[in-house]
Nanobody, 122 residues
Framework: QVQLVESGGGLVQAGGSLILSCAASGIIFSVNAMGWYRQAPGKQRELVAGITKDGRTNYADSVKGRFTISRDNAKNTVYVLMRSLKPEDTAVYYC????????????????WGQGTQVTVSS
């Protein structure tokens, strides 16, 4: 049974930073690409960042230069460091098992965490 458990969300002022963590179990973590998605109220869920098993990364244009995805295969954990946060970054953030697709981006494979709320105040 695949389980993805996110942590680290919360309330932060604009310009601040947060780091989200996602602990995975039930999969061979080291061979899977992982990703972070987010969904704001009234909007579609969107890919924020992805990382392959080898460490290649891809980011949404809206977060490039501000967010950094990383992974620790020894801990079965994927992280996203979010800096210079903006009110428009407010969303529920989801961890997902993903697969690399054409164009250098990623597509969800169907395994999701429960989500963690990030709220950025202005």
């Amino acid at each position: 049974q695949v389980q993805l458990v996110e942590s680290g969300g919360g309330l932060v002022q604009a310009g601040g930073s947060l780091i989200l963590s996602c602990a995975a179990s039930g999969i061979i973590f080291s061979v899977n690409a992982m990703g972070w998605y987010r969904q704001a109220p009234g909007k579609q869920r969107e890919l924020v960042a992805g990382i392959t098993k080898d460490g290649r990364t891809n980011y949404a244009d809206s977060v490039k230069g501000r967010f950094t995805i990383s992974r620790d295969n020894a801990k079965n954990t994927v992280y996203v460091l979010m800096r210079s946060l903006k009110p428009e970054d407010t969303a529920v953030y989801y961890c997902a098992v993903v697969r690399a697709v054409a164009g250098g981006t990623f597509s969800a494979s169907g395994y999701w965490g429960q989500g963690t709320q990030v709220t950025v105040s202005s």
